[in-house]
């Protein structure tokens, strides 16, 4: 084992996080399920939580064996788009590797804030992202309101009203 520091894998972010949901974010999007809270109130409380990105193995180069069977040369991941009713497109999020696993136990989460996946969902063309597609409450964030999360808007709130701050503002 190396003891130089110059061969030292970069630790994440997220450092100590055992894969839970955030407290207040499970309650909240539980709340909100049930009716008892409001979308601002999630979509506040989600903007700077930890999420995880599924990403999934896809095959690559398929080589032909001496017996004339297909065996995978190479093998690529890639982040997962689903593709609505409508036709759009969205990313997908999880809030916990259980609502992960409960979606496809085989994909490799990749911890990310939401406002970095909100800013890979409109790169990748995504119209939305969809939080914990499984359940057991699921959340969508469409629109502007991706946008501003992508672009490091604040949302602030008075009531029931709430509205985008644009940075530096």
């Known amino acids: 084992m190396s003891t130089d520091p110059s ?3 970069l630790g994440t972010a997220f450092g100590g996080d055992d894969g ?3 407290t207040a974010l499970r309650e909240r999007l539980l709340a909100h399920a049930a009716g008892q809270a409001s979308y601002a109130a999630v979509l506040g409380e989600l903007l700077d939580a930890r999420v995880m990105v599924p990403v999934l193995a896809v095959a690559g180069e398929v080589e032909l064996d001496e017996r004339g069977l297909a065996h995978d040369k190479t093998a690529d991941m890639a982040t997962v788009l689903v593709t609505g009713a409508d036709g759009r497109q969205a990313y997908l999020a999880f809030t916990a590797m259980e609502t992960l696993a409960a979606w496809q136990g085989d994909a490799r989460p990749v911890p990310v804030t939401f406002r970095d996946a909100a800013k890979a969902a409109i790169q990748d063309g995504a119209a939305a992202i969809v939080v914990d597609i499984a359940g057991p409450a699921t959340y969508v964030v469409q629109g502007q309101d991706l946008e ?5 808007y604040t949302l602030g709130t008075v009531g029931e009203r709430s509205a985008w701050i644009a940075p530096g503002a």
């Not at 501003?148 to 490091?152: F, L, P, V, Y």
């Open 20 to 22: 839970s949901a955030p």
């Open 148 to 152: 501003a999360a992508a672009h490091g």
């Open 7 to 9: 061969q030292r894998i």
